[in-house]
């Protein structure tokens, strides 16, 4: 199983930027395709971003397109979810996910990851 540890979030103003970073151990990063999820409080947890194995395709939510950025670096295990013009509604705990894969371009559905991080908190005061 491999190991997630997210950080980057933090206290931000609104249209304000945050780069999430989510760094990977324990097993070949290269094997999973990779997402973002978040859950506001007293809201379940919601998609955000997926990214296939090798970085060439990409997937988002409506409420963050043209607004958020996924990207991942296989040689550092890390994938990363640069956050833009951000809006209060999108204060949350976000969660990186990872789920191993066959396909090299494949993006998996959202109830399709296996592994999980700690998350961390974002907050975006108006």
Known sequence: QVQLVESGGGLVQAGGSLRLSCAASGRPFSNYAMGWFRQAPGKEREFVAAISR??????????????????????????????????P??????????????????????????????????????
Do not use: H
């Open 54 to 87: 090798g970085g060439d395709n990409t997937d988002y939510a409506d409420s963050v397109k043209g607004r958020f950025t996924i990207s991942r670096d296989n040689a550092k295990n890390t994938v990363y979810l640069q956050m833009n013009s951000l809006k």
């Open 89 to 126: 509604e999108d204060t949350a705990v976000y969660y990186c996910a990872a789920v191993e894969v066959s396909r090299y371009y494949y993006i998996p559905g959202p109830s399709d990851f296996t592994s999980w991080g700690q998350g961390t908190q974002v907050t975006v005061s108006s």
